[in-house]
């Protein structure tokens, strides 16, 4: 098997962080992209292989590794279960053995305990910590198990569970079980002495099942999300169980379990901007990489490192955690992996993080471990414990006013007797918990969505006919197409109410057949949203090929950003931000390659609508920002409730993420092809410059001119037959940049202008043309002279075979921006050495360079055919140059030819 199993009473003796790694089975995506599994276990040591380079691979070793890729099988409870006794898949049942049961069982002799899921979005974590449908996780499992056992036990023992549920996001608190948390629910974390740190105001309640609190925790969690334009996966959910046990002999022990589901960890990596590393600061999950620290800083604590500061008070997670990690407390950490090759950077990150918490965490004796694990036996008193489970009714009465919502029994009976609409969110485990009925009469169902409009859309149900009328103004999308009117429903019919609220029409009874609801899930909608945009991957014959992975992942990067630009349209027209997002996907065009298959990206197109500014934002810049303005929009909103002054945040422009400094814009490029210099014939070209999209946004003319070294024209008499006379010898030739054509946008502006940007063969910096203001058909007439001293047979291979690809920068305000480089002005070169060390005597090449790729070379052929080749070259490019320029200077239509 390849679980290593560790008893729990191993791990009682033990008094240690425990980290158990997990990977999953491919989901549909991963199956549709044609992945590859890279993560393989053996025993406890994981290894995973980089899908670029499969020599590189890396081993990691934990205290349990659990397979659950492959290997099982659907019982008829709808359990996962290996495919034969003792088969190397990992269940539900093995996990909660290995991981559970110890903190249970040291929960119940007074310590207090911490179960953290850590992983990427989608990766496993609620899978393991809740579970989905029969197949529950640690927490239903764990808690079970503790009732059955004070149950078992209640001739020796009293014992009084209080349960509590909350959800940290941007370092506030929301009280999961609590009926103003929808709004202004955010509590404040504050400290005492006896107490530690605590949740002011946070519900405790005491229960002897916990299904109930747990759906409605997670019923609030889904509208909290809605409601704050947040994203559940960037919030950590924290479950508290405090045990309190009066034994026989009148002992009181008390403990506690946190039971953690942390946020998605891919959002700890950086854009990668530099420009944008200051604002990120914050987007950057604090809870997260605080949690990592503490880890850590406990970790050196007892191998006696140094006399180090744990930083709990950094974060509101490892505040309120902090009486539950190290010391005598269990720490147990469940990392979650996707087994598939397109994750590889998130799989190999978590791996990282889990390795980097060693499993001695809290080997210190007690008392030498600044009283962390002394925490156990105190008492909370003073806790509000005076609530009780009728609440709940109240709750869910509520919710019933709002939402449509019922208790669990009347739902199901509601279900039978009218049509409703079901959320679907991107957490699977979010999806279905908010349900609104549709009754027939005289009721008109008001639907809420977000903060633009009271009300956003009306439901009615007139003799069995529902329909949806939207406010005026409000954004109602039914199966991928707008609505402004009245529309009938119909079974299975999908909708999207304002920015980003999805919902699944489920009609009458008599409507339904058997059919698999669960297809329509979070992607299915935004791939219809996406196909009604043009934005498909085509019919998939039947048995035939599969999508292109890349094309797949560019279709799935944007159908996930698709929701985000809409939310960010919405938030930026609440906060009057004036900035519009769209959508687009690119060529990645810098490369010399010949045009085919170009790679593709999704970008943001960011456009200041009153400056028509307009900036290109990468995915990862775009997302970051995105989480910094659902922190602007939380704030702003808290301010508006509270009737503060919005005036000041909004003023921090630096600070803002709506906000950009001027920056230049890459508009398109023009691929300069070289092969014409290994023969030394001159070159006059009428570049078309395309846009990432492929429009045509300006013509460059341009010139290589073979020249002596002091810079003067070569005459046919320079022109070689075969390319390979050139190997060893010295090459000039001049980049002539002449003018540009056709910029009819720098007219909108009085402060617009064009710069041209180039690389070139093995040399890092890249090049500019100073920057040309305020003209149309602006003269360049920059030359640059480049020489090799000594022609390589890698710089031939160049030159035969690639383009030089030139950049046309969009430059603004008359400020000298050098985009992408700290580039000092002296780099408008005006010559360069194509040699990576100029000084090298000639004719000097490393052996193995030059044997392997001589071959590639022309070799010496027919004289003649050499010859009419020459001449038929050079004069079809000046015919060529020719022919552009009588194209640019084209008639009119109707004009006589
Ligand atoms: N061990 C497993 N066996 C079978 N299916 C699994 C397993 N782990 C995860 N899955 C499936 O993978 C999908 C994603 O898992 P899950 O929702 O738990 O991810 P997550 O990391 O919690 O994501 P999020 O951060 O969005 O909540 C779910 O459909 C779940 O059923």
Same mark, same amino acid.
């Given at each position: 098997k390849t679980c290593c199993r560790l008893r729990a009473a191993d791990m009682n003796r033990k008094d240690c962080v425990r980290v158990a790694v997990r990977v999953r089975p491919f989901n549909k995506r991963e199956k549709d992209a044609g992945s590859r599994c890279i993560i393989s276990m053996v025993t406890s040591s994981v290894t995973i292989q980089d899908p670029h380079d499969p020599h590189n691979r890396r081993s990691f070793s934990f205290d349990y590794a659990y397979w659950s890729h492959s290997g099982f099988l659907r019982d008829h409870n709808g359990l996962y279960v290996p495919e034969e006794p003792g088969g190397r898949y990992a269940d539900q049942d093995s996990v909660f053995q290995d991981l559970g049961e110890g903190i249970l069982e040291n929960a119940q002799q007074g310590y207090n305990a911490t179960l953290l899921a850590y992983g990427q979005t989608g990766s496993g974590k609620s899978y393991s910590m809740v579970g989905y449908g029969p197949n529950k996780g640690l927490v239903p499992k764990l808690c079970d198990r503790l009732f059955e056992d004070i149950r078992g036990n209640q001739a020796t023992r009293?014992?009084?569970?209080?349960?509590?549920?909350?959800e940290i996001y941007n370092e506030q608190v929301i009280d999961l079980l609590s009926r103003s948390s929808?709004?202004?629910?955010?509590?404040?974390?504050r400290e005492e002495q006896h107490r530690g740190f605590y949740v002011e105001g946070l519900r405790t309640v005491p229960c002897d099942s916990v299904e109930q609190l747990m759906e409605q925790g997670t019923r609030t969690r889904t509208t909290a999300a809605t409601h704050m334009n947040a994203n559940s996966s960037r919030s950590h959910m924290l479950i508290i169980l405090q045990l309190k046990q009066v034994t026989s002999a009148n002992i009181t022990k008390q403990s506690s379990i946190n039971l953690v589901d942390l946020a998605g960890s891919e959002r700890q990596r950086s854009s990668g901007s530099e420009a944008d590393r200051l604002k990120e600061g914050t987007a950057i999950n604090l809870?997260?990489?605080?949690?990592?620290? %503490?880890?850590?800083?406990?970790? &050196?604590? /007892?191998?006696? @490192?140094?006399? %180090?500061?744990?930083?709990?008070? &950094?974060? /509101?997670?490892? @505040?309120?955690?902090?009486?539950?990690?190290?010391?005598?407390?269990r720490t147990v950490m469940i990392a979650t992996l996707s087994p598939a090759d397109i994750f590889y950077e998130e799989s190999l990150s978590t791996l990282r993080y889990a390795e980097s918490h060693p499993d001695s965490v809290?080997?210190?004796?007690?008392?030498r471990t600044q009283g962390l694990g002394a925490a156990v036996r105190h008492h909370h008193s003073g806790q509000s414990t005076d609530f009780c489970l009728t609440f709940f009714f109240h709750l869910f009465f509520f919710d019933l006013h709002v939402f449509g919502c019922f208790p669990l029994g009347q739902e199901r009976r509601m279900i039978q007797m009218f049509p409703s609409i079901h959320n679907i969110n991107e957490d699977a485990q979010l999806s279905g918990v908010v349900k609104l009925f549709i009754r027939e009469g005289p009721f008109v169902e008001n639907i809420f969505v977000c903060r633009i409009q009271e009300h956003h859309a009306v439901f009615r149900n007139e003799q069995r006919r529902v329909t949806v009328t939207p406010h005026q103004g409000s954004k109602v999308i039914v199966n991928g197409q707008t609505v402004t009117q009245t529309t009938e429903l119909q079974h299975l019919d999908r909708l999207i109410l304002g920015s980003n609220s999805t919902y699944l029409f489920i009609g009458y009874p008599s409507e339904r057949g058997g059919e698999d609801c669960s297809r329509y899930d979070y992607d299915y909608f935004q791939s219809e949203l996406a196909a009604a945009e043009g934005i498909h991957l085509g019919e998939s014959s039947p048995g035939g090929g599969q999508t292109d992975p890349s094309l797949l992942a560019v279709f799935y990067d944007y159908i996930k950003l698709m929701p985000m630009v809409a939310e960010a349209n919405q938030m930026s027209q609440e906060l009057k931000k004036d900035i519009e997002f769209k959508l687009e996907i690119k060529n990645l065009a810098a490369s010399d390659s010949k045009g085919h298959d170009l790679e593709k990206d999704v970008v943001v197109r960011v456009t200041s609508l009153p400056r028509k500014q307009v900036w290109v934002w990468s995915k990862n810049k775009f997302v970051n920002r995105k989480f910094l303005m659902e922190e602007l929009y939380q704030q702003q909103q808290q301010q508006a409730e509270q009737r503060t002054d919005t005036s000041r945040a909004a003023a921090l422009q630096d600070k803002d993420p709506f906000w950009d400094p001027v920056e230049p814009l890459l508009l398109g490029t023009a691929h300069l092809w070289l092969q014409s210099l290994v023969f030394r014939i001159p070159l006059e070209e009428q570049l078309e410059v395309l846009s990432s999209e492929g429009r045509a946004e300006a013509i460059l003319q341009v010139q290589l001119v073979p020249c002596s070294s002091t810079g003067l024209p070569l005459g046919e008499d320079g022109i070689l037959m075969d390319p390979s006379e050139l190997l060893g010898q010295r090459l000039d030739f001049q980049l002539v940049l002449d003018q540009c054509f056709g910029l009819h946008w720098v007219r909108e502006a009085h402060n617009r202008g064009v710069q041209f940007g180039f690389r070139i063969f093995d040399c890092s910096q890249p090049f500019y043309?100073?920057?040309?203001?305020?003209?149309?058909?602006?003269?360049?007439?920059?030359?640059?002279?480049?020489?090799?001293?000594?022609?390589?047979?890698?710089?031939?291979?160049y030159l035969q075979s690639s383009a030089v690809v030139l950049e046309m920068w969009h430059v603004v305000d008359f400020v000298f921006l050098w985009p992408g480089t700290d580039c000092p002005a002296a780099w408008y070169c005006s010559s360069l050495f194509l040699d990576s060390d100029p000084y090298l005597p000639a004719g000097v090449c490393a052996a193995g360079d030059d044997g392997g790729r001589r071959r590639s070379l022309r070799p010496s052929c027919d004289a003649d055919l050499a010859r009419a080749l020459k001449v038929f070259y050079h004069s079809m490019t000046s015919v060529r140059a020719q022919l552009q320029r009588l194209c640019r200077h084209r008639p009119s239509v109707g004009s006589p030819v």
């Open positions: 009293q014992c009084q569970v209080f349960f509590s549920m909350m929808r709004t202004s629910g955010v509590l404040r974390v809870s997260l990489t605080t949690l990592g620290n %503490v880890i850590s800083a406990l970790a &050196d604590v /007892v191998v006696g @490192k140094r006399a %180090v500061h744990i930083p709990y008070r &950094d974060s /509101v997670l490892t @505040k309120l955690l902090q009486s539950a990690l190290g010391g005598n407390s809290g080997t210190t004796p007690a008392g043309t100073p920057a040309v203001w305020n003209q149309v058909n602006p003269l360049l007439h920059h030359h640059i002279h480049l020489t090799s001293l000594h022609t390589t047979s890698s710089l031939l291979d």
